[in-house]
């Protein structure tokens, strides 16, 4: 166990809906991530909060959006949902990712994922 | 840009028959080389991380080694239960996204008993 929590593990949806994913790090971990994993693309890098801020983006579509919140669980809105939105959907937490270093810290701690199906 | 490549894209070995992954990497300044292991449906178990050239990690069948170029994760006499996906990843030092890791697609292992 991670200590990284996802919910819901499953969401079946159809195009054009809005759908959440939840996502509480460890505890202690002041940076959350998250990730789309694809078949044909892999993991891929979508956004990053620090301590409520957000501090990086990658290929996230403008169709989706992400928060972290006070007490540091952080939200995934997707919508208009399309077809091949279909993914798996992780979230990552790390203690760093703002402006402190050190080697344990950069490690990233995955959780189990929630997987979409946009039928 | 970051890109990590990984080969082979599957391997299937027998019980106890050692071999070796690789991942070469492309990333302006490594802050950090990640291996992650993924079973089917579940997330990302991190192994390892390797920061400079010529480290070494290892952990039971496990060993992870580092060039400037590329990483090798060598397995030991394997055993069914290290059927996985093996991930590597990479971490840059600098740029606006500097904490993101930039992942290759995986090996498939498949160890037969």
């Known amino acids: 166990d991670s200590g990284v929590t996802q919910t819901p593990k499953h969401l079946i949806t159809a195009t054009g809906q809005r759908v959440t994913l939840r996502c509480s790090p460890r505890?202690?971990?002041?940076?959350v991530y998250w990730y789309q994993q694809s078949l044909d693309q892999g993991l891929q890098f979508l956004i990053q909060y620090y301590n409520g801020e957000e501090r990086a983006k990658g290929n996230i579509l403008e169709r989706f959006s992400a928060q972290q919140f006070p007490d540091l669980h952080s939200e995934l809105n997707l919508s208009s949902l399309e077809l091949g939105d279909s993914a798996l959907y992780f979230c990552a937490s790390s203690v760093a990712g703002g402006n402190t270093d050190g080697k344990t810290k950069n490690i990233q701690y995955f959780g189990a994922g929630t997987r979409l199906s946009v039928l | 840009e970051d890109q990590v490549t990984q080969s082979p894209e599957a391997l299937r070995l027998q019980e106890g028959e050692s071999s070796s992954l690789n991942c070469s990497y492309t990333v302006s300044g490594l802050r950090g080389l990640f291996w992650y292991r993924q079973d089917p449906g579940k997330g990302p178990e991190f192994l390892f991380t390797?920061?400079?050239a010529g480290e070494e990690k290892e952990k039971e069948r496990l060993k992870a080694t580092l060039t400037k170029k590329e990483s090798f994760l060598h397995i030991t006499a394997p055993k069914p239960e290290d059927s996985a996906t093996y991930l590597c990843a990479v971490q840059a030092r600098s740029g606006g996204s500097n904490y993101k890791l930039t992942f290759g697609k995986g090996t498939l292992l498949t160890v037969n008993p």
């Open positions: 505890s202690g971990d002041l940076s």
């Open positions: 390797l920061y400079s």
